[in-house]
């Protein structure tokens, strides 16, 4: 299994907007390498939902339900989709200054690059992200 974060403004499509509907495909992706690790993304797969613009933080846990495929919004073939389900909603949300002030965390491409609107997360930071959700 492998762990994603996928970056969405909340005014465009917002975590309660994916518990609302149950199931949405992840479109509208243009830079190259986020569309190269949506090919990479696998059914069963994890992947962080965060917030971006003011609220910079990461509310729960969506699940890779359908692989990528051509990406509807567009008839340019090389843009991709993938469909995700939400898995689970945080306790209590985890902020991007949780994160920065976590050193084990500073590696995070999040934290390196944080333009990408899907990047790949480790197995460990995964985990830590879980617990600071805990707590």
Same mark, same amino acid.
């Given at each position: 299994?492998?762990?994603?974060?996928?970056?969405?403004?909340?005014?465009?499509?917002?975590?309660?907007?994916?518990?609302?509907?149950?199931?949405?495909?992840?479109?509208?992706?243009?830079?190259?390498?986020?569309?190269?690790?949506?090919?990479?993304?696998?059914? *069963?797969?994890? !992947? &962080?939902?965060?917030?971006?613009?003011?609220?910079?933080?990461? #509310?729960?846990?969506?699940? /890779?339900? %359908?692989?990528?495929?051509?990406?509807?919004?567009?008839?340019?073939?090389?843009?991709?989709?993938?469909?995700?389900?939400?898995?689970?909603?945080?306790?209590?949300?985890?902020?991007?200054?949780?994160?920065? *002030?976590?050193? !084990? &965390?500073?590696?995070?491409?999040?934290?390196?690059?944080?333009? #990408?609107?899907?990047?790949? /997360?480790? %197995?460990?930071?995964?985990?830590?992200?879980?617990?600071?959700?805990?707590?």
């Amino acid at each position: 299994m492998n762990y994603w974060l996928l970056k969405t403004e909340p005014g465009t499509y917002s975590w309660d907007d994916l518990l609302r509907d149950g199931r949405t495909f992840w479109d509208g992706v243009r830079n190259y390498q986020a569309r190269n690790y949506m090919k990479e993304m696998k059914s *069963g797969d994890l !992947a &962080l939902y965060y917030h971006s613009v003011n609220e910079k933080r990461i #509310l729960g846990i969506a699940r /890779v339900v %359908k692989e990528s495929y051509q990406d509807p919004s567009t008839d340019d073939d090389r843009w991709v989709a993938v469909d995700i389900e939400p898995e689970s909603t945080f306790e209590k949300p985890v902020t991007l200054a949780d994160i920065k *002030g976590n050193p !084990a &965390l500073s590696n995070m491409v999040l934290v390196r690059n944080s333009r #990408l609107s899907v990047q790949p /997360v480790t %197995k460990n930071e995964f985990d830590l992200i879980i617990e600071k959700s805990k707590n």
